[in-house]
C-alpha cells in the first residue's frame, strides 16, 4: 500500500509540474462533481433496477453481482476511452493518442463491445458454473444413500 501512495505521489508532482497544473485541477474537480452528480446516480439506480429483478423473478440474490461485475468494467472502459470510442477521430484526444502511441485511434468503439461482451459472456458462463455445480452435488449424494447397504447386512 506503501508503493502505491509512493506512485501516486510521483504521478501527482509530474502531472502538476508541468505549465497545465491550473487545467488539471478544473478537470479533477469536474470529475469529481460529474461523478457524485451524475454518475452515481444513474448506476445506483441501474443497481436497484438489476436487484429489483433478480429478486422479483425468484432468482438467487447473488445473481446480481454477476451482472455488476461486468457493467462495472464495462462503464470503467467506457469512461477511460470515451474520447476514443465515441469515435471523435478528429478530436484533440484522438491526435494525441495516435502522436503518443503511433497506433490508430479507428475501432475503439468495436473493441469495447467486443471486450463487454465478453465480460458478460465469462460471467454468464461463470454463473452457470456455479449454479450446476450444486445441483450435481446433490444428485450424487442422493445416489450414494440409494446405494449405500442396509446398516445389518
Known amino acids: 500500500m506503501l508503493a502505491s501512495f509512493a506512485l501516486t505521489g510521483y504521478a501527482g508532482v ?3 509540474s508541468g505549465g497545465d497544473w491550473p487545467l488539471v485541477i478544473v478537470w479533477f474537480v469536474g470529475a469529481a462533481l460529474l461523478h457524485d452528480l451524475v454518475l452515481l446516480p444513474l448506476y445506483a439506480c441501474a443497481d436497484r433496477a438489476v436487484a429489483a429483478y433478480t429478486a422479483r423473478t425468484a432468482r438467487h440474490p447473488a ?5 455488476r461485475v461486468p457493467a462495472a468494467l464495462s462503464g ?5 476511452w470515451f474520447p476514443l470510442i465515441a469515435g471523435s477521430a478528429g478530436s484533440g ?4 493518442f495516435e ?3 503511433g497506433l490508430s485511434g479507428q475501432g ?7 471486450i463487454t461482451a465478453g ?3 465469462a460471467s454468464a458462463l461463470w454463473l452457470l458454473c456455479r449454479t450446476v455445480q450444486p445441483r450435481r452435488a446433490g444428485r450424487d449424494r442422493r445416489r450414494e444413500t440409494k446405494q449405500r447397504p ?3 447386512d
Open 76 to 80: 470503467l472502459l467506457l469512461l477511460v
Open 108 to 114: 475503439f468503439l468495436t473493441r469495447w463491445l467486443l
Open 99 to 101: 502522436t503518443a502511441t
Open 119 to 121: 465480460l458478460f459472456a
Open 63 to 67: 445473481w446480481t453481482g454477476y451482472v
Open 93 to 96: 484526444s484522438a491526435a494525441h
Open 14 to 16: 509530474r502531472l502538476l
Open 150 to 152: 442396509a446398516a445389518g
